[in-house]
């Protein structure tokens, strides 16, 4: 086990301490369903985030066409779960599992990144009533305070909150090749210790969240935002040899498989 510090480059950035975990792994993992997302993610030495689709019914929130149900929020996610436990999370059952092949990127990586663990909540407490009504008023239009200092600060912070949260347990869509569409599947999602990247998109470049149902068409239908995330200035998470701490493939005949990539 290793203790280390991260020094930022910048002077007026703090030091931050991280101390190895006894319980949870200190990599960070990501998994995919197919062998071509792993050699791409290879070629690139980055990874490519992508707008998921997230069940938000728990949160009963309100927009001017009814009840939202969903959002797409741009992220790649990870999760730190131990090796020995990990078997289950990438293969799971009927459409569960996260897929066999998987770059598994040191913790301290992910820390300096910014890479955050979310936050699972408890649809029936207290901070989710709460979180509720915060988000509600965020998405209305017609807050007289809404160019304030403060609140505009305020705001942005639970902006980014939120697209770092997800309920206990609860549903989630997985897209399926062979039918060709999203299924719906259920899962406990605290079992996941997922970590999330998001990319800091700069205004004007891509939304930082779908909520509208003109966009989530678009998304859904033809991936049509995530499609330009390639072409946004911050969107891909750069990633060196040297970060990698384990890669992961389904069979002796995959991994004997040449790979052309920039190593």
Known sequence: MENYKITQASS????TEYYSSELSANALFNFMREYQYLEDTIN??????????ENIEYLDLKNETGLLNEWYIP???FCDIPLHQISYHAEGKKQTGYGKFSIALHKKFGIKNGIQPIQYLNSRSIQTKELR???????SDNSP????EIYSSLSNYLFE???RIKPLDGTMKRWDNKEGKYLEIGKNFHDEHEWRYIPELEVGELPLLLYKQDDIIAESSSQYYTNSIVESKKGLLKFEVSDIRYIFVDTTSSRERDVKSSF
């Open 145 to 148: 305070a809404y160019h304030d």
């Open 133 to 139: 009504n915060a988000i509600q008023r965020l998405m």
């Open 12 to 15: 007026e950035d703090k030091i």
């Open 75 to 77: 992220m790649t996610c």
């Open 161 to 163: 909150f939120m697209m």
């Open 44 to 53: 690139r030495m980055a990874f490519l985030p992508r707008y998921y689709p």
